[in-house]
């Protein structure tokens, strides 16, 4: 019986860890510079078209790619070589017809969804530009799976790099040049970034593809399935995948419809007036106290905390679906060879993982969450969102990799279910929470944050009853959750000391959903400068601090170490200074 090797699982995850973050390094070059000559109103344009595009993309493919990634990999355990390429080609076929599809709906949809959904005709231009993206992003996701199921994620890995380069240097020219004519028109050139980024990505992939063709076996040691077959298997797997990954993306277009719909049932009061005018910087004409707030200022609150708070908060987790990329071929492939102890210790390590590097970004960025907007907007108006946001960070992850177990070991409805509960919870609590005068914006956070709370609960245990791990509880959660929390002393202390010597703001943990004054921000390039020092001082400390208790703590476990490239040398020098049992 062939053994799955430890090193594939975290090799591959490095290797999309890797390309994860110069992807958001460039990510964050766009995005911020892009805020800044959009503002709030463009901003609110380019993600309402964002958002519908990422819906439509994910109930067209989401669950196509993983489908393919699974099978590949387990016709590769079985050495079915030549099998690998025919589920390609039927891949391929599927996906193309499937975003066509999708491309059509949002290009002849546009004027509906813009005028008539989103109440925003501002958006129209923005939807036309990103249309296309969805039959190259579609084709595209084919051969990621392919790879991805052959355990290679280079060619995944360029293809991100490329496609965020394409974004960036085409959406902030669009944005740019055009900014001048329109804000409507700057909004849609930068969001077709997004769709040449699609297209030149997926012709990189075509030519890794085709490059490597003759250098992968052909031969089967059993008989292929035939392509019918393949067909439907392919689907088996993908349509409850996808049904599960569109009610999660459709979290996105909920808050996308609703919260400026519900914030425009809101009646203003004289202290939302004058959170309205004051800290958010809208025209008093548009915030008349005793009528209910317009929609002008309902995209001013919205692209605040769509296009600074969201924008921070889904950084961790698209770091962590490095692992739960990696995880659906390594689990499938080990279940493949009846190799359920390689199955359980690969599950095990994932959600140890996971737990590790989600706690601090949760806990850092919210402790962090004034100063790093000033360093990257210079507008602080997300401030006390971006902290309640936060903490949701760890419950995202968690569900993002078990989520991927679970299709992984063949129970692929259970995602769907749980995702429709926190589906439908978030629904009703964003209904009810953003129209709430004193909460108003305020609601869209708390209403993820128990939304993906209760989904991450309910995965655990499916996971817990299906391929049985040790969820040891101490060493899972306790000890990562110790460790988050002295980090987060430390960075709060750290950056406070040093703010004082410089003579800067001062973090202030206070959350205030009606704040009554502006925001500290913007600040003086001199006095920006000086918190950019306070925080890289801060950020410093606090993986030093962040790594020494999960170190002192034994958090980390021989097995998650040994999983690293290099990983044995590095448990070994370990364990002989008695850093590691």
């Known amino acids: 019986m062939k053994e799955i090797k430890k090193q594939s699982f975290m090799e591959g995850a490095a290797v999309l860890v890797v390309a994860h973050l110069v992807v958001k390094i460039i990510g964050a070059c766009f995005k911020i510079p892009l805020a800044n000559i959009l503002h709030e109103t463009g901003m609110a344009f380019f993600t309402r078209a964002y958002n519908l595009y990422a819906a439509m993309f994910v109930m067209a493919t989401a669950g196509l790619p993983v489908a393919v990634s699974k099978m590949v990999s387990e016709s590769l355990a079985k050495k079915n070589y030549g099998e690998s390429k025919k589920i390609l080609r039927a891949a391929v076929i599927l996906l193309t017809i499937i975003g066509a599809a999708g491309t059509c709906v949002l290009f002849f949809g546009a004027r509906p969804f813009a005028e008539g959904a989103f109440n925003s005709p501002g958006s129209y231009l923005s939807i036309v530009a990103i249309s296309p993206a969805i039959l190259f992003i579609s084709m595209l996701s084919a051969f990621r799976g392919y790879f991805q199921g052959h355990s290679n994620m280079i060619p995944t890995a360029y293809s991100e790099v490329l496609e965020s380069v394409a974004k960036l240097v085409i959406g902030l020219a669009g944005a740019y040049f055009l900014m001048s004519v329109s804000v409507e028109l700057a909004a ?84 939302l007036f004058r959170t309205l ?29 769509s296009g600074y708070a969201m924008s921070l908060f889904n950084l961790p987790p698209s770091i962590v679906t490095s692992i739960s990329m990696s995880i659906v071929p390594a689990i499938s492939a080990a279940l493949a060879i009846s190799n359920k102890s390689q199955a359980r210790l690969l ?161 202030d943990l206070s959350v205030q959903f009606v704040p009554q004054n502006a925001p500290v921000t913007p600040v003086l390039s001199s006095v920006r400068f000086k918190i950019i020092i306070a925080l890289g001082i801060s950020i410093f400390i606090g993986v030093i601090a962040y790594g020494a208790a999960i170190l002192l703590l034994r958090a980390v476990q021989k097995e998650d170490i040994e999983m690293l490239p290099k990983g044995k040398k590095i448990a070994i020098f370990l364990q002989k200074h008695k850093i590691l049992s």
């Open 347 to 507: 599950t095990e390590s994932s959600i140890r993982i996971t737990t590790i590097f989600s706690l601090p970004c949760a806990i850092g960025l919210a402790v962090l969450s004034t100063p790093i907007l000033i360093c990257l907007y210079n507008n602080a108006r997300a401030q006390d969102t971006l902290t309640l946001l936060s903490l949701a960070i760890v419950f995202v992850c968690t569900v993002s990799v078990s989520t991927a177990i679970l299709q992984a070991a063949g129970h692929v409805f259970i995602p769907v279910r749980n995702m429709l509960i926190g589906g439908l919870f978030k629904v009703v609590s964003n209904y009810v929470l953003i129209a709430v005068p004193a909460l108003n914006i305020g609601g869209a956070p708390v209403s993820t944050f128990c939304c993906y709370l209760l989904i991450a609960g309910l995965n655990l245990m499916s996971i817990k009853k299906i391929i049985k791990p040790n969820f040891n509880v101490r060493d899972f959660i306790i000890k990562p959750f110790i460790s988050a929390l002295i980090m987060g002393l430390i960075v709060y202390l750290s950056f406070n000391v040093a703010a004082g010597l410089l003579g800067c703001p001062l973090i």
């Open 277 to 305: 005018t004051e800290f958010f910087g809208v025209n008093p004409q548009d915030a008349m106290v005793g009528a209910n707030i317009s929609h002008e200022a309902a995209d001013v609150m919205y692209g605040s905390y």
């Open 188 to 271: 849609a050139g930068a969001v077709f970034g997004v769709t040449l980024g699609g297209l030149f990505a997926l012709l990189l992939l075509v030519f890794f593809y085709y490059k490597n063709k003759r250098s992968t076996p052909s031969y089967n040691t059993t008989a292929a399935r035939s392509t019918s077959t393949i067909f439907v298997k392919l689907l088996t797997i993908a349509v409850p995948i996808t049904i599960g990954a569109a009610v999660m993306s459709l979290t996105n277009v909920i808050d996308t419809f609703m919260i400026g719909n519900r914030l425009q049932a809101i009646s203003v009061t004289p202290d």
